[in-house]
Nanobody, 120 residues
């Protein structure tokens, strides 16, 4: 069983910054990668940023240059630094961890989500 604890969401004015954190705990055998998705009301959940255990990153086009993902492997924690926030960034942000099971297969765990609201 793996638990993901997210924090750092809130209300911020446009142009402001927030830093999201997500710590994984429990029966973690090995991590392949961690990242963040977001979902606005009435819309699909979409990728925001992801980072592999090797350090490679991938960002949604809409956040490139504004958001930065980082990971503390020892703490099984992923961060999302969000700068120059825009009202369209308003959404629930969900972290995930992609684990490598003892069998060698992959499994993805999800957090409960943290709300980010950007006012204009």
């Amino acid at each position: 069983q793996v638990q993901l604890a997210e924090s750092g969401g809130g209300l911020v004015q446009a142009g402001g910054s927030l830093r999201l954190s997500c710590a994984a705990s429990g029966s973690i055998f090995s991590i392949n990668g961690m990242g963040w998705y977001r979902q606005a009301p009435g819309k699909e959940r979409t990728l925001v940023a992801q980072m592999s255990i090797s350090g490679s990153t991938n960002y949604a086009e809409s956040v490139k240059g504004r958001f930065t993902i980082s990971m503390d492997n020892a703490k099984h924690t992923v961060y999302l630094q969000m700068n120059s926030l825009k009202p369209e960034d308003t959404a629930g942000y969900y972290c995930y961890v992609k684990r490598i099971l003892a069998s060698g297969s992959f499994y993805t765990d999800w957090g409960q989500g943290t709300q980010v609201t950007v006012s204009s």
